[in-house]
Structures are given as C-alpha cells and as structure tokens.
C-alpha cells in the first residue's frame, strides 16, 4: 500500500513540469536546408551537438536522385550519380515548397528537371521517367536524417522540430510539416531558422539584450531581432526574402561561365558541371582574391577560365544589398537602431563570402558575431527546442515567436483587410467583423491572403472559402465575425460565423498551394509508416496522462479535506485510487479511462462537499487568492 | 470581491481568474471578465510603466506558454493555449499608446467602436491633416534629398503625436484620478487625432521603403 501513502504525503504529487528519467524521450532538431541538411541531438549534459553520419559528415546534401530503376539516393549518393542521372537529380528543393509553378518561374534558374503544375497550381517535379512532388522530395531527405539519428540515439524517435525560414509563408510551412509527416515524423514544432540560431547562441554565451540575426542560407535570407532576457527568447520582429539566397551566387556565376564558354543551351549534364563548378570557385573565392575555374565536360575540350573576387563581388553586389531593406524594416517595427543591438550573428553558409560580412558591418554599424559554425548553429538551436518541447530540459528557456507575414481577407475592391499585423506575437487569435452588402444574401465568400500588400493581385492567396445559409436580411444586418488563430508553428486556421444565428464554418487553411487533402491522403497510405500501432500508442499516452493529473488532484483533495470524509468513504476513495494507479501501469488505455471515469464519478460527493467548504472560506474573508 | 470558481481537475476552490488552482497546481482556464489591466495585474489608466508591462508578459509566458504543457492532457493544452492567446492580445493592446487609448475608451464605457471614418469630421482637423499631406506630396522622391526630407518630415510628425500622447494621457488622468469624467471626451479627441497621424505616419514610412 506505499502507492496510497506516497499519493497522500504533502510534497509528493507531480507538479506541472517535474521530470522523471525515464521519461527522456529520443527528440531531435532538424535543419532542412536549400543545400544541404542536419540533424543535431541533446545530450545527458545538456549540450547540443549534430549527428554525423558513418564516415563523420554531419551535412548531409539536399539532393535527391531518382534513378530509373526505383532506388532512392539522397545526399553524398544522389550527387555520386546526379553525372550519371542528370535529369533525375533534384536539387534545392526547398525553393519549390508550397510554391506554384508561376511562382517557381519567376525566380528560378535553369535546372535539370522540369516542373509542371500538379493539383490546384502547385509544382510538381518532372524527372525523366516520373513525378514527385516537393513534399515527397524532403521527405526523402527528412528519412534518411532520421534514420541516421535513430543508429545514433539507439530507438525510434519521439519527436522532431524542423526549421524553417522565419520569412516561409503558410503554404511553405505547412508543405514542409506536410513533409515531416510523411517521413513518419511526429513534429512536434516548426521553428524559425534564426530564432533557432539565437537559442544556441543565448544559451551557450549567457548573452542577455538586443540581438539581431542575419541569415544568409543556401536559398533563403531572414533577419530577425530578439530581445534575451533571463531565458525568454523574444522576437520583436522579423523579415526576408524566402527566394534570395547562396544559391543565387552561384547561379549568376554559373550564368558567367555559360557565356564565356558559348553554350546557350545546355544540356541538364553540362548544367550540373557548370553548377557544380561555380559553387566551387564561389568557395574558394571566400578565401582566394583569384582563382581558375576548370569545366571538364564529358564530350569536349576541356575548359578553363579566372574569375577575381573583385569579378564576383561586381556580380553579386545587387543580391547582397538586396538583404538591407528587410533588416532596415525589421528594425523599424521593433522599434530600434543600429546602436540599441549588443550584436549580430551571422548564420548559414552564404555570410562567409567576405563581402556579405563587409556589408553587415556596415548595415549594422558593428562587427559581427560568427563564433558558432553559421552552417550547424540552426541545427543546435532546433534540438534544444527538441529538448525543451519533449519536457526533459533542465533550462527554463522560452522562445516567443511571431508571424512574419500579415494575415487578412478580401474586402470590396479586391483590397486585402488585414486581420493580423505582421510581427504578432504567435500563437494568437483576432477576429473583425464583417457584413453583407447585399439585400437578401445568403452567402458569403472568404478570401484569406498573406502580405504586406493592399492590392488582393499583390498578396498571396491561402485559401478560399464560403460561409452559407445566412438568413436572408437587408444588406448591413447580418453580422459575420472572422476568425483568425496562428498556431505555435505559424498555422493558420480561419473560421467564420454569422452572429444573429450562429451558422459556423472553419477550415484549417489548406493552402491553395499546398498539398490537396486527397493528395496528402494518399501519400500517407503508400507510406504507411505510421500505423495503427502508433496510434493506440498516442492513446495510451493520453490515458497515462490523465490519469496521473486525476491521481494527483485526488491526493491534493485528501491532503486538504480528508477530513470530511468519515473513515468508510476514507477507505473507499483511497481504493478507487489504487484501481486507478494499478490500470496506469498495464497498457491498456481503455482500462485506464474506465478506472478514471469510476474515480471521478464515485467521488462526486467528496467535491460537492469540497465545494461547500471552499465557499464558506471565501465567505468568511478567508483569501484564496494568495498562491501561484 | 473576487469570484470563486471550482477546479476543474480537483474540484477544489480557485478564485476565478486565477492561473493554477491552489490545491492540486493544474492550470486554469483565463476569466474573460477580467480586462487586460486586471489580468496583467496592473492599475487601470493610460500612465503604465512599459518595464513593468513587459515583465509581467515574460513571466506570465514562463508560467502558461503551449511549450510547457506539451506532455500534458488535452484540456491542460487548451487552457494554455487560451491564456497565452489572451496574454499576447493583451500586451498587444496595452503597448502601443494609441490602442491602449482606445481600449481606455472602451472599458470606461465612453465609447463602444473606434470610429472608422476615413476623413475626421472637425474641419480644422481635417485642415490640418491636409497640410501635412501636401507636404508629404510636395517631396520630390526622384530628388537627392528625398530621404533626408521624408526624414526631417517623420522627426516633426513624431514630435507632434508625442504631444498628441502627453494630451490624451492627461485626459485619462482627469478621469481616473481626478474622477472628470469631461477627462475623456478629451482623451477620445487626441486618441482620434493620434489615430490619423499614426495613418499618415505609415504612409510616410512606405515611401521611405523606396529609399531603404
């Protein structure tokens, strides 16, 4: 009977956060980068680290190959035979997540595989035998990052928060949850790129105050302002562009060589070699004031040419002054200046081209900070958020995040109403009210856009939707309240309700250019990873869960008012709770459920009285009011 | 007085509003009777302290924040998520002075609605209003100067709501302090003007994008 006497002895019960070893679960941050990706873990003592794989790498490459013959190459292996399969090769696939063919081609450069646009507009990927959707691309890579993970930690993985560009959008951040799903991944948050950044650099300095972070990627620019204070990671505000990026670099130097060497169609072999050389001198350039680009091709003389760092910088000068207007707003809607931060930090692999630095020095007014590898300190900074969402961190650290982008519907005049601000503390919820403009409309459609723009054509569409069965009444009475909710990752949900009669719809905004429900369906089936198996475990957890929070306000309630049962109910509440403790050990969560109904159904007569009591304190002028 | 509510989870007594129950420590819902002031636990009235406003927002975070209650039951989840929802709208609110005033308005019962027109009905107002949007106008953004302008133009608009600030506040002081209640027709009158300048200023601030 030490089970009773320990749920009944003051100090004993679980409070809200308090850990138990067992309960470490297997967590890790996950960095799905344009380039290349990472995969990183908190080990005993708390400390961060990235998982390399068999022969010690820890990037993996973000490229997947889809030969002919079915195998599915993803990193160092896909670019082994991308010479081989040229047309097969997907590289920086995350340019294309969420997008719509339109958009893809306005900004994207020359690669070897096509794209078409598959279910409602968004792109879809062309290889030369079949069709793969970006979502199915990173999942690949999501896969392969897990597994490596799994060897490392030694089990199934728990959970995993993935990283994203704090600029992403609704529909680039649902695809890549989307992808995380379809890895068979529980993803437990997606969290901005830099804030992810700030938490490993915070953490590992005790840094305190303002603190801007610029983050160049491979395919991706963000900037975000946070405010450290005793833990809690604040972002003020943030801005970008989620198609600038390294890769941009290289594509302009590629452009060059192109030129140079005459050829004014290549073909997808003689483009990947190109590509491949003009990343290579981009590199070296980083540390060479000049050096000798060589393009072996296949069929063909040789070809040799000198680029100069001067060159390169000519090229290269628009992109990188490009990245100011975002960090200038951002710090205009945080409220600072250049002089107010205590540093800047430099993430992704791009801020080491020595002109980007030069720039952000000047930018900021100050030198910046890089003492982390700006390539990990995203994937650091992601398993410590792993940590913590899993409830075995030690730390009390916080990450308070925003929304990057305004939210809002169509009004009259295809202008764009907004319903959030840009930079609102996530998660939130606002709701403005609208009306019918119509005598006798029965109808109302809602058109929900992301921008900063107030024109509907300049903004993005997220979803479209229509709310039905208003009664009829003169245009101006019907009363429609829309609702708006982020999510802690940045999801949108909108619902929309006619006030005078309460007809209701809601839809988790789908993105219009995100992956149709029927399309995601059905990848999940083909990828049958997560079964039923996974879904009785989730309610087991659940029963587990409640059952101890029920075991824990039972022991509270007898330490404070046993004394209003006599020794009989004493005896049969204490029972009850012993059933309910002994069904929270087996597996069975049906069990545990009907243990838990039993105790609350059978003690009803023990809060009623409870209930009397309290009251009676208050009315005596006994305060209650004097905890937390 | 306060008002007693039952735990949900225990049943015990918890003044309502309150964010964990004294008894068994499992979190509460928030009371949506409670104004933002009374929630932050500050005085109500347009002079707070920004320092305070955010200390109280980080530590009521570290106590309801999602992330801390991601292993816990769904009602547990709800709860948070509802509080935290609550207390970002709150310091939303309650931060920036012109919002803060307009909600003053609308707990001291002054007014229901901000009103929504596009032009303000005081003729001299709306004089004033198209001086400085002629000024705006008259800015030559091809010209060398333009930024330099667009900022001398937003420096002399800044000092002007400050002002417009330093009114509004007193307005608010006559009545919470004073008890006028004449304190917030006056208030209501700066919180609109405020709210015209603060347009105007993110009109300035979209041309001055093009010289970012």
């Not at chain 1, 007014?365 to 075995?392: H, K, M, N, Y």
């Amino acid at each position: 009977m030490s089970v009773l006497l320990d749920i009944a002895e003051p100090g004993q019960s679980l409070r809200p956060h308090e850990v138990r070893p067992e309960d470490r679960k297997r967590v890790v941050g996950i960095d799905l980068g344009t380039t290349f990706s990472l995969v990183a873990a908190v080990d005993v003592q708390g400390k961060p680290a990235c998982i390399p794989d068999d022969e010690g790498r820890v990037a993996l490459p973000s490229v997947v190959c889809y030969p002919q013959d079915g195998r599915i190459l993803v990193g160092d292996k896909a670019i082994a035979a991308s010479e081989q399969y040229p047309a097969d090769t997907i590289v920086s696939v995350k340019r294309t997540m969420g997008r719509s063919l339109d958009d893809v081609v306005a900004s994207e450069h020359r690669t070897g595989f096509g794209l078409e646009a598959g279910e409602g507009g968004m792109v879809r990927i062309v290889t030369s035998h079949h069709r793969v959707s970006p979502v199915e691309v990173s999942a690949h890579i999501l896969k392969v990052l897990a597994s490596r993970a799994e060897e490392a930690l030694g089990g199934s993985l728990d959970g995993v928060v993935i990283t994203v560009p704090a600029y992403f959008d609704d529909a680039q951040r649902q695809a890549t949850k989307d992808a995380g799903r379809l890895a068979g991944l529980e993803v437990l948050r997606l969290v901005n790129e830099p804030t992810a950044a700030a938490l490993a650099y915070g953490l590992d300095q005790g840094r305190e105050g303002l603190y801007a972070i610029y983050d160049l990627g491979g395919g991706t620019f963000d900037i975000s302002i946070l405010r450290l204070t005793q833990g809690v990671f604040q972002v003020l505000s943030t801005g970008g562009d989620s198609a600038l990026g390294g890769d941009d670099f290289d594509h302009l130097l590629c452009e060059y060589i192109l030129k140079e060497m005459d050829e004014a169609d290549p073909s997808p072999a003689v483009l990947q070699i190109c590509k491949a050389a003009a990343r290579q001198a981009k590199e070296m350039l980083s540390r060479v004031d000049v050096c000798e680009v060589r393009v072996a091709l296949p069929h063909g003389e040789p070809f040799g040419i000198r680029v100069t760092r001067e060159l390169f910088e000519e090229m290269i000068d628009d992109l990188v002054r490009a990245t100011g207007t975002p960090c200038r707003r951002a710090m205009k809607d945080a409220g600072i200046r250049g002089h107010d931060l205590q540093g800047v930090v430099l993430v992704g692999g791009s801020t080491r081209v020595p002109m980007v630095r030069q720039y952000v020095k000047e930018l900021f007014g100050r030198e910046p900070l890089s003492d982390l590898d700006p390539d990990q300190v995203v994937a650091l900074g992601a398993a410590l958020q792993a940590q913590q969402l899993s409830g075995t961190a030690r730390g009390d650290m916080l990450l308070l995040d925003v929304t990057p982008l305004s939210l809002g519907i169509e009004t009259m005049g295809e202008l764009v109403e907004k319903i959030i601000a840009r930079n609102a503390p996530i998660p939130t919820a606002r709701s403005q009210d609208f009306t019918t403009f119509k005598d006798g409309q029965t109808a109302m459609a809602i058109h929900v856009l992301q921008g900063e723009r107030e024109l509907v054509s300049d903004c993005r569409s997220l979803a479209r939707f229509e709310l039905r069965g208003i009664p009829p009444m003169t245009a101006g009475a019907a009363r429609i309240r829309v609702t708006f909710q982020v999510d802690a990752d940045g999801l949108l949900t909108v619902s929309a309700q006619e006030q005078t009669t309460g007809v209701q719809q809601s839809v988790a905004v789908k993105p219009s250019y995100g992956l149709g429900d029927a399309e995601i369906e059905r990848m999940l089936r083909e990828a049958m990873v997560h079964g039923e198996a996974d879904w009785r475990q989730r309610l087991l957890h659940e029963a587990k869960v409640e059952a101890e929070r029920v075991l824990s306000a039972a022991g509270a309630a007898l330490r404070e008012d046993a004394d209003l049962l006599d020794d009989n109910e004493l005896k049969r509440v204490k029972g009850l709770m012993l059933a309910l403790w002994e069904a929270s050990q087996k597996e069975d969560h049906e069990g545990i459920n009907r243990a838990r109904e039993t105790l609350d159904r059978e003690t009803v007569f023990f809060a009623e009285r409870r209930m009397d009591r309290s009251v009676r304190k208050v009315m005596t002028g006994r305060k209650v009011d004097e905890f937390q | 007085m306060n008002r007693v509510d039952v735990c949900w989870s225990c049943r015990g007594g918890v003044v309502a509003g309150e964010g964990f129950c004294p008894t068994c420590r499992v979190i509460q819902p928030p009371d949506p009777r409670r104004d933002h002031f009374h929630y932050f636990g500050l005085n109500p009235g347009f002079d707070l302290d920004l320092g305070v406003l955010d200390t109280v927002y980080r530590q009521r975070q570290q106590q309801f924040h999602p992330d801390l209650f991601v292993s816990r039951g769904a009602t547990e989840r709800r709860y948070s998520m509802e509080h935290v929802t609550r207390l970002n709208e709150g310091y939303r609110t309650l931060k920036d002075p012109l919002t803060r005033g307009e909600y003053l308005l609308k707990v001291t019962g002054f007014r229901e609605q901000t009103p929504e027109n596009a032009t303000p009905s005081d003729p001299a107002f709306l004089l004033e209003i198209m001086e400085w949007r002629e000024t705006l106008e008259e800015v030559d953004l091809k010209g060398k100067n333009a930024a330099v302008q667009l900022q001398q133009l937003r420096d002399r608009m800044m000092e002007t709501c400050d002002a417009e600030v330093v009114a509004l506040g007193k307005g608010f002081h006559d009545w919470f302090v004073g008890g006028k209640r004449e304190g917030l027709a006056v208030a209501a009158q700066h919180t609109d003007r405020l709210r015209y300048f603060t347009r105007f200023l993110d009109e300035l601030d979209r041309k001055s994008e093009l010289f970012f």
